[in-house]
């Protein structure tokens, strides 16, 4: 596997964010409508990240963009995970895993202190993924925060060195 940054609008980025956006729309009867621009996640304000396998195919996608206090629940120096996916027939495989870790790594070395997320209740393996890597319930922030069948979740990053 070969995971690297690219932009939020490269075409594989976009061939993930649309099966992604099926998906939601299998799940929940529509598609994630939080407002999203590909400068979110120009470094050093965050960072998208494809995985690819050995023969250059796009199979899973992930990004954080930094958040900082707001009206929308956001706290100083959070960095917000987005479009974390991974191709139903590579799942299992800790493609979701690996790209989590690299988030996280970077999002610290930007001097974001926390990292967090939106995700469902109709999304268990997600659910499951982020408590097992640490992710703990947090005050709801984000274009769902008032939704009963969002979950939010986040974690403390380490300090930069």
């Given at each position: 596997?070969?995971?690297?940054?690219?932009?939020?609008?490269?075409?594989?980025?976009?061939?993930?964010?649309?099966?992604?956006?099926?998906?939601?729309?299998?799940?929940?009867?529509?598609?994630?409508?939080?407002?999203?621009?590909a400068?979110?996640?120009?470094p050093?304000?965050?960072?998208?990240?494809?995985?690819?396998?050995?023969?250059?195919?796009p199979?899973?996608?992930?990004?954080?963009?930094?958040?900082?206090?707001?009206?929308?629940?956001?706290?100083?120096?959070d960095?917000?995970?987005?479009?974390?996916?991974?191709?139903?027939?590579?799942?299992?495989?800790?493609?979701?895993?690996?790209?989590?870790?690299?988030?996280?790594?970077?999002?610290?070395a930007?001097?974001?202190?926390?990292?967090?997320?939106?995700?469902?209740l109709?999304?268990?393996?997600?659910?499951?993924?982020?408590?097992?890597?640490?992710?703990?319930?947090?005050?709801?922030?984000g274009?769902y925060?008032?939704?009963?069948?969002?979950?939010?979740?986040?974690?403390?990053l380490?300090?930069?060195?």
């Amino acid at each position: 596997m070969d995971i690297r940054y690219a932009r939020y609008d490269d075409p594989d980025a976009v061939k993930l964010n649309d099966l992604v956006q099926l998906e939601y729309i299998e799940r929940y009867g529509d598609g994630d409508m939080t407002p999203m621009d590909a400068a979110h996640f120009d470094p050093p304000q965050g960072l998208y990240l494809l995985l690819h396998d050995t023969d250059g195919t796009p199979l899973a996608s992930g990004g954080w963009r930094a958040q900082d206090a707001s009206d929308e629940g956001f706290q100083d120096g959070d960095a917000e995970i987005k479009r974390m996916f991974v191709v139903r027939e590579a799942r299992g495989r800790g493609f979701a895993r690996a790209l989590l870790a690299e988030l996280e790594t970077s999002a610290a070395a930007a001097g974001r202190t926390r990292m967090v997320l939106e995700t469902g209740l109709r999304q268990p393996e997600a659910i499951a993924l982020y408590e097992s890597c640490g992710y703990e319930p947090v005050t709801k922030f984000g274009y769902y925060r008032y939704e009963a069948e969002s979950v939010h979740l986040g974690k403390a990053l380490p300090s930069r060195p």
